[in-house]
Each structure stands twice: as structure tokens, then as C-alpha cells.
């Protein structure tokens, strides 16, 4: 059985990333399919291009809630993490 994941729609941001402390970088060559969202306290997360845009994996529980979800591009994944991280949602018990 193959699951598809959840395409995420997220409203554009009113400020840089860099203004309130977040990076996007490539992994590998300029145009890599895999990217590194960090924050001024670390890596929050990859984004991993698929057939459906761009998975995001969280490398820290502040982001569990948006592992796995998909999104049109890094840029959308990053504003998520940042809302993510200005309006934390509780994290489930695993």
C-alpha cells in the first residue's frame, strides 16, 4: 500500500527567514533536491524533494509536527518551521 502524504498550503511571510534567525541551504549542488532549515539554534529540519514537492523530516522535537508533511518548496517548508517555532503546537507522547 502506498501512502501519499499531505500537501501542506502555507500563506506567504510577511518577513525574511533571515530576519528572524532561520537559513535554508542546499545540500550538495545549487540545484540540490535536498535542503537544511536551520535556526539560530540549529538545524530544524531537511526537506527532501519528491513526486509531490518537498518532504520535510524534523531533527528536532520542536518540529515533530511537521514531519512528514509535503510542501510546493523549501521556501514553504521554512515559513512553516518558522510559525512552528513562534507558535509552538504541543508535541504527542510517542
Known amino acids: 500500500m502506498i501512502a501519499l502524504k499531505q500537501s501542506v498550503k502555507v500563506a506567504p511571510l510577511q ?3 533571515t530576519d528572524v534567525g532561520f537559513q535554508i541551504t542546499p545540500i ?7 535542503y537544511i532549515i536551520e535556526t539560530h539554534h540549529g538545524a530544524a529540519g531537511l526537506v527532501v524533494r519528491d513526486r509531490l ?8 522535537r520542536e518540529f515533530d509536527v511537521l514531519d512528514g508533511k509535503s510542501f510546493a518548496s523549501p521556501q514553504h517548508a521554512t515559513a512553516a518551521a518558522i510559525r512552528q517555532s513562534t507558535n509552538p503546537v504541543q508535541h504527542q507522547s510517542q
Open 53 to 60: 514537492g518537498f518532504v520535510f523530516f524534523s531533527a528536532t
Open 15 to 17: 518577513v525574511s527567514p
Open 28 to 34: 550538495g549542488s545549487d540545484m540540490s533536491d535536498n
